[in-house]
């Protein structure tokens, strides 16, 4: 097993790299690019809030984007998504900025 963003090597049947934060992945997979399906992470209505989650999700190279309705009366409402296939280190990474 090899994690896709810092390299470092793993025993066969390791799914998780505690280096860099980040799910592993089997050296051998087929390299071609697959398409990532997105899920909302969060709403956010807060700038600095959204800034802190979007730097996090940077720093882990998650990929993520962005939806945002400006309809909204009282403050925008901006939905982070990520890739589905990293929602669950999305979440783990971020929920310690989000107040409760």
């Not at 709403?43 to 400006?70: G, H």
């Not at 296939?85 to 900025?97: G, I, Q, Y």
Request: hydrophobic residues 35%; negative net charge.
């Amino acid at each position: 097993m090899l994690c896709p963003y810092c390299q470092s090597e793993f025993k066969e049947g390791v799914t998780y790299c505690k280096r860099c934060d980040s799910t592993l992945i089997d050296e051998d997979e087929d390299d071609s690019v697959e398409e990532d399906e997105f899920v909302p992470l969060l709403e956010v209505t807060n700038s600095d809030l959204f800034s802190k989650v979007t730097e996090e999700l940077e720093e882990a190279k998650i990929p993520w984007f962005v939806q945002s309705d400006p309809s909204q009366s009282s403050a925008p409402v901006a939905t982070i998504h990520v890739a589905s296939r990293r929602f669950d280190e999305a979440k783990r990474r971020t929920s310690a900025l989000v107040p409760v």
